[in-house]
């Protein structure tokens, strides 16, 4: 009786670890979009969907990666195996990119479109 107890209570512990461990993906969900103008004007807009999924689009090229919440932060995971960390704050969203990824190689700021716009 004490085993099957022991067993129950790490059980409840693992689940509670887990679920205070991964932040919820809900507050993000949405549509972004940031406009650089170097080397030429464009839009970027980037979408987060519920089931960690998202996409990147550029002059109607799109990319797809998966993403999730780590430490406070946005981790977009590119398809190639390369990771984006975004910073979120309030209706914000910053990506620090490497010089190897167009359009700038530096820092995108994204702001969240309404829902239904675009």
């Not at 991964?22 to 549509?31: A, L, M, N, Q, Y």
């Not at 209706?91 to 675009?118: A, N, V, Y």
Request: include cysteine; charge should be positive.
């Amino acid at each position: 009786m004490k085993l099957h107890r022991s067993i129950l209570w790490a059980m409840a512990l693992m689940i509670i670890g887990l679920a205070l461990g991964c932040k919820s993906r809900e507050p993000f969900v949405g549509r972004y979009l940031a406009e650089v103008d170097k080397p030429a004007p464009k839009q970027i807009l980037l979408e987060l969907k519920a089931n960690g999924e998202g996409s990147w689009t550029i002059d109607s090229h799109e990319a797809s990666f998966r993403w999730e919440v780590k430490k406070g932060e946005i981790w977009l995971h590119t398809k190639g195996g390369g990771v984006i960390i975004g910073t979120p704050i309030g209706e914000k969203l910053f990506l620090d990119l490497s010089g190897d990824i167009k359009p700038t190689g530096k820092r995108l700021e994204f702001k969240r479109l309404p829902e239904g716009s675009l």
